[in-house]
């Protein structure tokens, strides 16, 4: 049979979903599907998680370019279609390109709906539909004091969450008596009013915006009341309308939408459509679990099994908007005499639960608080059930198995519906756990795409795990920096920068129990600092002891100070000074180290000071988790078997480089020959020097692990040498776990990873790297000259009580 050409012309959600179902069903396809954007295919329900800090854009593809690649999908980003002419079967770009089809699939979305507001052209005025949106007001919320989001429905709370999480006040203004009027009766709207209002944002209902101020700039808005508002960034989230342009070209039946039939097919039956670009019986959808339910039916008509239809699906709103649980579905309003109401609230616990019935059946529900019975309930709509008695267990759990417990889960049919925004069944997950061997949620979300939505379903999926494969199943474990702040570095990364917070005490206050502990706040302080380059406000209550006095203490209470030697080379005025100090502060033990350094050991905290002023070098950071040194052999300079440079190239190296914290203490070694006489195999990173060139390795160590570095790069000037040290050091800082030494980072993260993301990324990716290395660089400080100026009158002193007070204490005790 002859290949058909598909053309798919939208890469989101309903798109590609339909796009997945018609390759599971393996046909004589060559399919390419042309973008607007310039993303892989990526959960749009997500973006308000990327806009809040909490996930970046990385985290919320669904569809990698692999994807696209395995099965032989041609991608065209930023290739806006602008044209259909359905009687040569040809679309045409805004690049000027055309694309002959057999089949085409439109799945254009729709467009954010922009109300009659005078000035919405102005600099400051964002929809919030796409990742380019969400980029936008990103970049506007670090220079933005205010900001205004009109629309009060699923969309605007959204955007106001995400925005408030970046630490700029926000007000929403909506045009109705109440928020998500749409999903809400007046009860839940005022109550989920009353609870947002408890986190900071402001609501503004019955307000028509009639005018955005301001002359190139937003400066506040007006309403028709004639009240106006201060404000320099306006978000507009007013709903969306169907993109119905191409079908209008193509000659298509359109009202609201594409009007398609139960098969969804359209007036041409070359052209199909899917999607929130769609109209069928009447009604469009902008909600993702009925765009995937389309797309089913859809991948079916179009590969010729015309069993399938598409009857509607029952609407259902369910979100987690700051912490409140939320969840609309079917006919809530109970209009009309023969529907009844089950309701509860408790203003107190923030709960408020809504059961509409109709002839014993549920018809319609509003949780706000507690959404735990979201999906039984809407299964019970959907399978349209009797209920005769057990009301009250509905709307309290008492007379069936606690919601969510394995029990309850495996009580229900193989056709409920599990996962709502994908629409995976039970008897879907049943069959990844069985034939595919399926132990973990990870497992059965890669399987079957379940909770891959808005993820609130992954504790049902767990609970058929449970109950499936009882000890067999594997719980995932989640690596979070700490109990104190329950969330992993990754995320913590993402949420300190795009959030801005600039202090230990900021992070803990948000995401953590406001107190911390001995082992995360000094995580959390070396994650700040990395992340912001330095530029962050320091606090040393959040550091160990040697941190707070640069130096290391000793079982004695007294401290080690190790001037810094770059590459181990010193010279006679500093030899003369390190004697000149042993000698005036009596020091107990001078030393010389493995690394190349001399050691003043049995300091005391009072001399700390005084001894940094009268060396007049810089600190070692022997104490810290920071770039140690770098060892060097003498190498060409005066070795009769050196081939490289080795002392200049170690003190360049360590110049470049000292003075930054990292993950865990970094100890670098440098060599002229493959010799080793500075053992640069055995340290996190070394150079080593042969004829021609240099061997980059990584991930050595000689302590109580022992283990040969690994070879990341080989080339040939000292130049490209560094810069592939470089690029290490700082992948290592932004991707290690906190007290994670290289040797470890390069085991856990693969070494074709490693050469992938830094010595073989792209020149864009590289320069990242170095750009933000520099930044750093820029921000760093000798610790040692606090000598001076010290951060607190008692930094270099010890606490010891007054002879009063120790002899109260004693007589008391």
Same mark, same amino acid.
């Given at each position: 049979?002859?290949?058909?050409?598909?053309?798919?012309?939208?890469?989101?959600?309903?798109?590609?979903?339909?796009?997945?179902?018609?390759?599971?069903?393996?046909?004589?396809?060559?399919?390419?599907?042309?973008?607007?954007?310039?993303?892989?295919?990526?959960?749009?329900?997500?973006?308000?998680?990327?806009? @809040?800090?909490?996930?970046?854009?990385?985290?919320?593809?669904?569809?990698?370019?692999?994807?696209?690649?395995?099965?032989?999908?041609?991608?065209?980003?930023?290739?806006?279609?602008?044209?259909?002419?359905?009687?040569?079967?040809?679309?045409?770009?805004?690049?000027?390109? &055309?694309?002959?089809?057999?089949?085409?699939?439109?799945?254009?979305?729709?467009?954010?709906?922009?109300?009659?507001?005078?000035?919405?052209? !102005?600099?400051?005025?964002?929809?919030?539909?796409?990742?380019?949106? &969400?980029?936008?007001?990103?970049?506007?919320?670090?220079?933005?004091?205010?900001?205004?989001?009109?629309?009060?429905?699923?969309?605007?709370?959204?955007?106001?969450?995400?925005?408030?999480?970046?630490?700029?006040?926000?007000?929403?203004?909506?045009?109705?008596?109440?928020?998500?009027?749409?999903?809400?009766?007046?009860?839940?709207?005022?109550?989920?009013?009353?609870?947002?209002?408890?986190?900071?944002?402001?609501?503004?209902?019955?307000?028509?915006?009639?005018?955005?101020?301001?002359?190139?700039?937003?400066?506040?808005?007006?309403?028709?009341?004639?009240?106006? =508002?201060?404000?320099?960034?306006?978000?507009?989230?007013?709903?969306?309308?169907?993109?119905?342009?191409?079908?209008?070209?193509?000659?298509?039946?359109?009202?609201?939408?594409?009007?398609?039939?139960?098969?969804?097919?359209?007036?041409?039956?070359?052209?199909?459509?899917?999607?929130?670009?769609?109209?069928?019986?009447?009604?469009?959808?902008?909600?993702?679990?009925?765009?995937?339910?389309?797309?089913?039916?859809?991948?079916?008509?179009?590969?010729?099994? !015309?069993?399938? =239809?598409?009857?509607?699906?029952?609407?259902?709103?369910?979100?987690?908007?700051?912490?409140?649980?939320?969840?609309?579905?079917?006919?809530?309003?109970?209009?009309?005499?023969?529907?009844?109401?089950?309701?509860?609230?408790?203003?107190?616990?923030?709960?408020?639960?809504?059961?509409?019935?109709?002839?014993?059946?549920?018809?319609?529900?509003?949780?706000?608080?507690?959404?735990?019975?979201?999906?039984?309930?809407?299964?019970?709509?959907?399978?349209?059930?009797?209920?005769?008695?057990?009301?009250?267990?509905?709307?309290?759990?008492? %007379?069936?198995?606690? /919601?969510?417990?394995?029990?309850?889960?495996? /009580?229900?049919?193989?056709?409920?519906?599990?996962?709502?925004?994908?629409?995976?069944?039970?008897?879907?997950?049943?069959?990844?756990?069985?034939?595919?061997?399926?132990?973990?949620?990870?497992?059965?979300?890669?399987?079957?795409?379940?909770? %891959?939505?808005?993820?609130?379903?992954?504790?049902?999926?767990?609970?058929?795990?449970?109950?499936?494969?009882?000890?067999?199943?594997?719980?995932?474990?989640?690596?979070?920096?700490?109990?104190?702040?329950?969330?992993?570095?990754?995320?913590?990364?993402?949420?300190?920068?795009?959030?801005?917070?600039?202090?230990?005490?900021?992070?803990?206050?948000?995401?953590?129990?406001?107190?911390?502990?001995?082992?995360?706040?000094?995580?959390?302080?070396?994650?700040?600092?990395?992340?912001?380059?330095?530029?962050?406000?320091?606090?040393?209550?959040?550091?160990?002891?040697?941190?707070?006095?640069?130096?290391?203490?000793?079982?004695?209470?007294?401290?080690? =100070?190790?001037?810094?030697?770059?590459?181990?080379?010193?010279?006679?005025?500093?030899?003369?000074?390190?004697?000149?100090?042993?000698?005036?502060?009596?020091?107990?033990?001078?030393?010389?180290?493995?690394?190349?350094?001399?050691?003043?050991?049995?300091?005391?905290?009072?001399?700390?000071? !005084?001894?940094?002023?009268?060396?007049?070098?810089?600190?070692?950071?022997?104490?810290?988790?920071?770039?140690?040194?770098?060892?060097?052999?003498?190498?060409?300079?005066?070795?009769?078997?050196? &081939?490289?440079?080795?002392?200049?190239?170690?003190?360049?190296?360590?110049?470049?480089?000292?003075?930054?914290?990292?993950?865990?203490?970094?100890?670098?070694?440098?060599?002229?020959?493959?010799?080793?006489?500075?053992?640069?195999?055995?340290?996190?990173?070394?150079?080593?020097?042969?004829?021609?060139?240099?061997?980059?390795?990584?991930?050595? @160590?000689?302590?109580?692990?022992?283990?040969?570095?690994?070879?990341?790069?080989?080339?040939?000037? &000292?130049?490209? @040498?560094?810069?592939?040290?470089?690029?290490?050091?700082?992948?290592?800082?932004?991707?290690?776990?906190?007290?994670?030494?290289?040797?470890?980072?390069?085991?856990?993260?693969?070494?074709?990873?490693?050469?992938?993301?830094?010595?073989?990324?792209?020149?864009?990716?590289?320069?990242?790297?170095?750009?933000?290395?520099?930044?750093?660089?820029?921000?760093?400080?000798?610790?040692?000259?606090?000598? /001076?100026?010290?951060?607190?009158?008692?930094?270099?002193?010890?606490?010891?009580?007054?002879?009063?007070?120790?002899?109260?204490?004693? %007589?008391?005790?």
């Amino acid at each position: 049979m002859e290949q058909k050409h598909l053309i798919v012309v939208g890469n989101g959600m309903a798109g590609i979903a339909c796009v997945d179902q018609i390759l599971k069903r393996k046909p004589n396809f060559r399919i390419t599907v042309l973008s607007e954007e310039s993303y892989y295919n990526y959960n749009r329900i997500l973006l308000s998680s990327v806009l @809040a800090g909490e996930k970046n854009l990385n985290e919320i593809y669904i569809n990698s370019k692999e994807w696209y690649e395995q099965n032989e999908i041609m991608l065209c980003l930023e290739a806006k279609v602008i044209d259909v002419d359905p009687k040569n079967k040809v679309i045409h770009t805004a690049d000027g390109r &055309t694309f002959s089809y057999d089949l085409l699939l439109l799945a254009t979305g729709s467009n954010p709906f922009i109300p009659p507001i005078e000035g919405v052209n !102005k600099k400051g005025v964002f929809t919030f539909r796409n990742m380019a949106d &969400t980029e936008n007001i990103l970049a506007a919320c670090k220079t933005s004091k205010h900001a205004l989001v009109i629309g009060g429905g699923l969309l605007g709370l959204e955007a106001a969450r995400g925005i408030s999480n970046q630490k700029v006040p926000v007000t929403v203004v909506h045009l109705l008596d109440r928020l998500m009027d749409v999903q809400l009766d007046e009860v839940g709207g005022n109550f989920l009013k009353r609870e947002i209002e408890k986190l900071g944002i402001s609501i503004l209902l019955n307000k028509n915006t009639t005018q955005i101020l301001g002359e190139e700039n937003v400066q506040g808005v007006l309403f028709k009341d004639g009240s106006q =508002v201060e404000t320099d960034m306006v978000v507009i989230a007013c709903g969306i309308r169907p993109n119905v342009e191409l079908g209008k070209k193509a000659g298509l039946e359109v009202n609201r939408g594409i009007v398609v039939n139960d098969m969804m097919e359209t007036n041409d039956p070359s052209i199909f459509a899917v999607g929130e670009c769609v109209e069928h019986r009447g009604k469009v959808y902008g909600l993702v679990a009925p765009l995937y339910d389309q797309g089913k039916v859809l991948a079916a008509t179009m590969t010729g099994d !015309k069993g399938m =239809v598409y009857e509607g699906s029952v609407l259902a709103t369910k979100l987690k908007i700051m912490g409140i649980e939320l969840f609309s579905a079917g006919d809530f309003k109970a209009d009309g005499p023969d529907k009844e109401i089950a309701a509860y609230q408790d203003q107190g616990l923030g709960i408020y639960k809504k059961i509409v019935f109709q002839h014993d059946r549920v018809i319609g529900t509003i949780l706000i608080g507690d959404a735990s019975d979201a999906n039984k309930l809407l299964e019970l709509m959907r399978k349209k059930e009797l209920i005769s008695k057990g009301r009250k267990g509905l709307l309290f759990g008492e %007379s069936v198995a606690a /919601s969510g417990s394995p029990s309850d889960v495996m /009580s229900r049919a193989d056709t409920d519906t599990i996962c709502g925004c994908i629409g995976v069944s039970k008897g879907q997950i049943l069959s990844a756990i069985k034939d595919q061997d399926c132990k973990t949620v990870s497992q059965v979300k890669a399987c079957t795409k379940a909770s %891959s939505g808005c993820g609130t379903c992954a504790g049902l999926v767990q609970d058929i795990l449970v109950a499936a494969l009882g000890s067999e199943f594997q719980e995932e474990k989640k690596e979070t920096l700490c109990a104190c702040v329950p969330f992993p570095k990754e995320q913590l990364r993402t949420m300190i920068e795009t959030q801005k917070l600039k202090s230990v005490q900021d992070v803990l206050d948000i995401y953590g129990n406001a107190i911390g502990c001995s082992f995360c706040k000094p995580a959390l302080s070396f994650i700040v600092d990395e992340v912001h380059c330095g530029d962050h406000k320091e606090d040393r209550s959040a550091r160990f002891i040697n941190d707070r006095v640069h130096a290391n203490i000793q079982r004695d209470g007294t401290f080690s =100070v190790i001037p810094r030697m770059h590459g181990g080379v010193t010279s006679p005025e500093q030899l003369r000074k390190i004697a000149d100090v042993a000698e005036k502060y009596k020091v107990p033990m001078v030393k010389v180290t493995g690394s190349q350094r001399i050691d003043l050991l049995g300091i005391k905290k009072e001399d700390l000071p !005084k001894v940094w002023a009268d060396l007049g070098m810089k600190s070692g950071h022997a104490y810290a988790k920071a770039v140690r040194m770098v060892k060097s052999c003498v190498g060409t300079d005066f070795c009769r078997y050196g &081939t490289q440079n080795s002392i200049e190239t170690g003190i360049k190296l360590e110049t470049l480089l000292e003075g930054l914290y990292t993950p865990a203490k970094v100890k670098m070694g440098v060599v002229g020959c493959p010799r080793n006489c500075a053992e640069a195999t055995v340290k996190d990173i070394g150079l080593v020097g042969m004829e021609g060139g240099w061997q980059v390795v990584i991930g050595g @160590a000689a302590g109580k692990i022992v283990r040969a570095a690994d070879i990341l790069v080989t080339v040939k000037t &000292t130049e490209e @040498a560094l810069e592939a040290a470089l690029l290490f050091f700082q992948y290592y800082r932004e991707n290690g776990e906190y007290i994670e030494r290289t040797y470890d980072f390069v085991v856990r993260v693969g070494l074709e990873k490693i050469r992938r993301e830094t010595v073989l990324a792209s020149e864009e990716t590289k320069k990242g790297l170095l750009d933000r290395l520099a930044r750093a660089r820029a921000k760093v400080v000798n610790p040692w000259g606090e000598a /001076s100026k010290p951060v607190h009158p008692m930094q270099f002193k010890d606490f010891v009580l007054p002879k009063e007070a120790e002899a109260l204490i004693g %007589s008391v005790s």
